[in-house]
């Protein structure tokens, strides 16, 4: 997430309090030749010595197979960074500040190593003993078939044997496991060799400011709780809009597609912090448990339910914004034939007394008409009756709408009376947007992740069960997808999605919001 206060506005709102530094350690970065590295790792590193955040002892270690110096990596970085928007001058950036990132640099170094040699690992334990730092983070920014080896040898070797004073840690990027067993058999391997607490389960998407601050705006306001149930609201709408296609990934993402993509893992964050009881604290166990709580209790479908409630779609060919934009089946490295979804829709519903009867509408997709990621809540509709016999026809439904980027904030949609002699009512919106209030530095959103990992507090990462039963939830359209032989639903690149969308709601008597 990249934010900056727009021209011409000055935020009302204090910085935030500084927290202390992360203390000293060796943060080892598997797959360091890959793009998480240089576009959003490295950066967000930068950002944390900008605010002083780090101890300057922290060394970053790359590990990858392509034979490299100290030296040649971190210039690699350094010229790679140069490039991204938020050091662009010419696109409003600032340059890299070249003494900020000399402090960086001095202590970014490089092994090269096989991740299956036990070579590679001796390696790792001289570079640590080097480095004279005992805490040690690996993470790994890898291929996930790699997930279990490296984690295997690096208990072989003993790299993740912890002390009194001494951590050491595994950061797993997604995609944690490709279905449910594959995700418990992943577990179950992790655990032979590190203890839960040892285990890092990242989701970019709880670095998201606006995902952290929808517990606090559930929780710390009166208002909202109370209004938080299925007594007054009527549905909610999660919507992950994405104008972009597969990119450079058709290889990786013909075996993923959107559902596994997008939804045990983001969608699924949004909906736990959305529909969470409230913890007893805000400590990792009781927020962790309370969101495994409520995935838990979403229900189970039957294969036939499964279908009825779930919609395919692939973009084909179009337009989004100024640019023609091919098929989905005319990108590189995927087949001219595949059903590979690149939208999905579902309907879920969570069986407990919060939402007993409130659908969750979640949809998200590449190639669609803007990039929008908000989480809709609609309420239900005021009786008519007093308006009967009024010019007035019908009243719109209140929505909240939590916008989690672009435009970070919250809007309040609900009904006022136009100006003037007759009775009319017109939709108007009160909103909050982060950028009028806080000042609101570049960050990629792994910022707090990071630092929370070098400070062992895993509130934002997934535990075990968490994982485990986002796939549960999602299982059931897989497996009904699969035995399924129909094809995917065609949308035109640059449409909101395929027709079929419309219809899973139309059903239900309800429509989708307009994104952006
Ligand atoms: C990743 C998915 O996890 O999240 C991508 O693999 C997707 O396909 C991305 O584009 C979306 O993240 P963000 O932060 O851009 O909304």
């Known amino acids: ?37 240089k576009r959003l790792l490295l950066p967000a590193l930068y950002h944390l010595h900008r605010d002083g955040l780090i101890d300057e002892g922290l060394h970053i270690v790359g590990v990858d197979h392509n034979p490299n110096t100290d030296e040649g990596f971190a210039t690699r970085l350094a010229d790679f960074i140069r490039t991204l928007p938020q050091h662009n001058e010419a696109t409003g950036g600032q340059p890299l500040d070249e003494a900020l990132w000399s402090k960086v640099s001095k202590n970014i170094s490089y092994v090269q190593g096989d991740f ?17 730092t005992r805490n040690a983070v690996f993470y790994l920014a890898t291929s996930p078939r790699f997930f279990g080896e490296v984690a295997d040898r690096l208990g072989k070797s003993g790299l993740l044997k912890e002390s009194k004073d001494t951590y050491r840690r595994v950061v797993i990027e997604k995609p944690f ?18 203890s839960e607490s040892q285990i890092y389960r990242m989701d970019h998407y709880l670095g998201k400011e606006t995902v952290q601050n929808i517990l606090v705006s559930r929780f710390a306001n009166g208002i909202f709780e109370a209004i938080w149930n299925n007594h ?41 912090m959305v529909a969470m009881e ?38 084909a060919a179009g337009r ?55 989480i809709a809540i609609c309420f239900k509709p005021a009786p008519f009756s007093q308006f009967r016999g009024t010019k007035i026809s019908k009243l719109t439904p209140n929505y ?16 006022a009376k136009r100006p003037g002699p007759t009775l009319e009512i017109e939709n108007v919106e009160m909103g909050f947007a ?68 419309d219809e899973l709601l139309a059903r239900d008597g309800r429509v989708w919001r307009k994104f952006a």
């Open 1 to 37: 997430m990249s934010s900056s206060v727009p021209a011409g506005r000055t935020p009302r709102g204090k910085k935030a309090a500084k927290p202390a530094k992360a203390p000293p350690a060796t943060l080892f970065l598997f797959g360091a030749n890959g793009d998480l590295v």
């Open 116 to 132: 299956v040699d036990d070579a590679t690992y001796t390696a790792l334990g001289e570079r640590l003993a080097r480095n004279g």
């Open 177 to 194: 496991g490709s279905d449910l067993a594959s995700a418990q058999e992943l577990n179950a391997r992790l655990l032979r060799v590190m």
């Open 232 to 272: 007054y609201i009527d549905h909610v709408q999660i919507t992950a809009a994405e104008t972009v296609g597969v990119e450079q990934r058709g290889g990786f993402y013909e075996q993923i597609g959107a559902l596994r993509d997008m939804v045990p893992n983001h969608l699924f964050q949004l909906l736990a």
């Open 278 to 315: 409230p913890p007893a604290a805000f400590g990792a166990d009781a927020v962790r448990s309370e969101k495994a709580k409520v995935i838990g209790a979403i229900r189970p479908q039957t294969r036939r339910e499964a279908l009825s409630n779930s919609v395919r779609g692939q973009y």
């Open 320 to 374: 989004v914004g100024e640019a023609q934009v091919p098929a989905y089946r005319a990108e590189s490295r995927v087949a001219p034939d595949s059903n590979t979804e690149t939208y999905v829709a579902l309907k879920i519903m969570v069986d407990n007394w919060r939402w007993s009867g409130v659908p969750f509408y979640l949809r998200t997709g590449k190639r669609l008409r803007a990039r929008d990621t908000e």
């Open 400 to 415: 909240l709408i939590i916008q989690i980027q672009p435009n970070e904030g919250m809007w309040l949609d609900f009904q």
């Open 434 to 501: 982060y950028a009028d209030f806080f000042p609101m530095q570049p960050s990629t959103g792994y910022e707090t992740l990071i630092y929370d990992c070098l400070t062992g507090d895993q509130t934002l990462f997934q535990r075990a069960d968490n994982v485990e039963n986002g796939w549960r939830a999602v299982q059931p359209f897989l497996d009904a997808w699969q035995d399924d032989a129909a094809s995917v639903d065609l949308y035109a690149a640059g449409a909101d999605g395929p027709r079929t969308a």
